[in-house]
């Protein structure tokens, strides 16, 4: 590979997908999916190595120099800074679910305030959120970066995508970083319609279940 940056050559290795993490950050950010240094984001990068955002940074200018290379055992192998600080969250996630490419942990602020609350939104409206959220796990709050909430996540995330964290915010994932990212979106738009629907004092129309059959079909043939 010609040396043709001043990124060494670890992060130049990777650096399409380097650019691409620095992308979705600050799409994060922009959306108002993060607040102050939260939210983190990890993609896998080979079987047994990670590239992860760095801990107490803004994901607003993230740049490729300033990530991390870890290993699934959360050993640092490269990389100026530390990992992020709830990398354990995100191993348990691949752990789990071995098909998993990327990771996203965010702050979503409709999102956030029903895990906040006592009675989240579960029912899905519209086809995006059967295509991209599907079943919604949930864990109770436990103390971020601990081996509790670690074994919360290893516990419920089996099988899904979509993880609500109990006043803390929401974790979502996929073979791609993209897929992670609109599951984030999706997830927000999944709680800014109930909550819009709620203000106006409105019921929301759920899908009859010959719909949701149908919508569940599309949803196996998209993912096959």
Known sequence: MKENSDLPLIIEEFIDVANEMCYYADMLWHKGYVQANGSNITVR???NLLLSTPSRITKMSIKPEDLVIVDMNGQHIFGKMTATSELSSH???????????AVIHSQPPYTSSYACSENFPMNLLNPEEVLWIDYMAFAPFTIPGSSEM????????????????????????????????WRT????????????????????????????????????????
């Open 45 to 47: 990068v080979a079987d």
């Open 91 to 101: 191993l348990a996630i691949y752990k789990i679910n071995p098909d998993t490419g």
């Open 150 to 181: 670690t074994y919360q996540i290893e516990t419920r995330s089996k099988g899904r995508f979509v993880l609500v964290l109990q006043n803390n915010g929401l974790m979502t994932w996929g073979e791609t970083l993209r897929d992670a990212f």
């Open 185 to 224: 979106d999706v997830m927000e738009n999944h709680c800014k319609i109930h909550n819009y629907i709620q203000s106006r004092g409105d019921t929301p129309r759920e899908f009859t279940y010959r719909q949701m059959m149908m919508l569940q079909e599309m949803r196996q043939k998209y993912f096959k």
